[in-house]
Structures are given as structure tokens and as C-alpha cells.
């Protein structure tokens, strides 16, 4: 299973984007996806999850009511619509496939990722 992060880029605080996380050897009926982030200095964190088929959704406190997580199963591709965002949220974000519904927020619990999307948010 391979992963492509894409999306990121430069925006003013309050703004929005959106990234995607294409996959290719796999499906998502299958695997359940995530999203994480590391921002300079720290430790990478899970930012939001979606099960396979769709099943549910998890995201970080950080993310709750802003981010919304999402797929497309014709593209085979996960969505993370970043609304409102906060110059905290700056730092590289991956996507993670990972066969197991518990720890959604844990790397250990990713079997594949993807190279990272950088995203800086600054005025």
C-alpha cells in the first residue's frame, strides 16, 4: 500500500485548505486511515482517523469542530478540510493506513505512511 499526502501550503491564519491522501495497492474498505502532524521540535501527533468504509471518524481535541475528515472510495482517497486555521497548526501533516480500529491516535498502530504535506499557517 502506498500513500501520497498533498495540499499543504502557505495560508493566513482563519483560512483553509484542504489536503488529500491518495492510495494505491489498497482500498479503503480495507484500511482505515489517518492523519498526523509534527510541527517543529516536537513529537508527531494524530490529528484525525477514518475507519474503513467509512465507519467513523475520530479527530484530536485540536482538530474537533474545525477538521472534518473524509473519503472518496471511486478516487480512493482520503480528505482532511482544515477549516479556521491557527499558526499552531504549522507542521508537516502524513496520512497512515493501519488494519487496526483501537489507538487510532498511536504510529505504532500504522503499517504504511505517506511522505508528509508541509502546512504553515502565518500572516
Given at each position: 500500500v502506498q500513500l501520497q499526502a498533498s495540499g499543504g501550503g502557505l495560508?493566513?491564519?482563519g483560512g483553509s485548505l484542504r489536503l488529500s491522501c491518495a492510495i494505491s495497492g489498497g482500498s479503503l474498505d480495507w484500511w482505515n486511515i489517518g492523519w498526523?502532524?509534527?510541527a517543529?521540535?516536537?513529537e508527531r501527533e494524530g490529528v484525525s482517523c477514518?475507519?474503513?468504509g467509512a465507519r467513523s471518524t475520530t479527530y484530536a481535541d485540536s482538530a474537533k469542530g474545525r477538521f472534518t475528515i473524509s473519503n472518496d472510495g471511486d478516487k480512493n482517497t482520503v480528505y482532511l478540510q482544515m477549516n479556521n486555521l491557527k499558526p499552531e497548526d504549522t507542521a508537516d501533516y502524513f496520512c497512515a493506513a493501519s488494519e487496526h480500529d483501537t489507538d487510532w491516535n498511536k504510529?505504532?498502530?500504522y503499517k504504511f505512511?505517506?511522505?508528509g504535506?508541509?502546512?504553515?499557517?502565518?500572516?
Open positions: 495560508v493566513q491564519p498526523f502532524r509534527q517543529p521540535g516536537k477514518i475507519t474503513s504510529q505504532m498502530t505512511w505517506g511522505r504535506t508541509l502546512v504553515t499557517v502565518s500572516s
